[in-house]
């Protein structure tokens, strides 16, 4: 009898480690990836992955922030780039965080080098737990335009979608 119930035991905690790894992999599937909406027909995102993100032209700059310590290096992709590589369409681009967060930036203000969607802080790419996985950038030690308050509400981190709106 003890060997049945210990047998069972077994398999269901084989069964619940099963779960929890599906589970782990499905999560970090959702929050490594960038999901675009390029348009207001569009019905289902585009989604794109650090690799994906890499293989567009890169930007980098060291610069200081409001939220770090001391001057940083960013480099990603700017996000002129990201929305021309999908064929975005509309007059303003909605960013949204993992925590739902959003803010909304007219593409009039996109400028061909920023912001970027920073892949990597100092060279390493970023985790959820350090603003990641992609923080949206400003150069905000290069001007002085890009140190507003409304430009600092549009330096969302922990971004993992962006949908074109007219």
């Not at 779960?19 to 999901?35: D, E, F, I, K, N």
């Amino acid at each position: 009898m003890k060997m049945v119930k210990c047998h069972h035991l077994r398999a269901i905690t084989f069964f619940f480690v099963l779960l929890l790894g599906w589970h782990t992999s499905a999560m970090a599937q959702s929050v490594t990836g960038l999901q675009i909406t390029a348009d207001a027909t569009q019905s289902d995102p585009v989604t794109l992955e650090l690799a994906d993100l890499d293989a567009l032209p890169q930007q980098s700059f060291t610069t200081s922030t409001i939220w770090t310590d001391g001057a940083v290096t960013f480099s990603g992709v700017s996000l002129a780039a990201v929305l021309e590589s999908i064929g975005a369409k509309g007059t303003a681009v909605e960013m949204v965080a993992l925590n739902d967060y959003k803010v909304t930036m007219p593409l009039a203000q996109l400028e061909e080098t920023a912001p970027i969607i920073a892949t990597r802080m100092d060279g390493n790419v970023m985790s959820v737990r350090d603003k990641g996985p992609y923080w949206i950038v400003f150069p905000y030690d290069q001007d002085p335009k890009y140190q507003t308050e409304t430009i600092y509400s549009l330096s969302i981190w922990q971004l993992n979608r962006l949908k074109v709106v007219d």
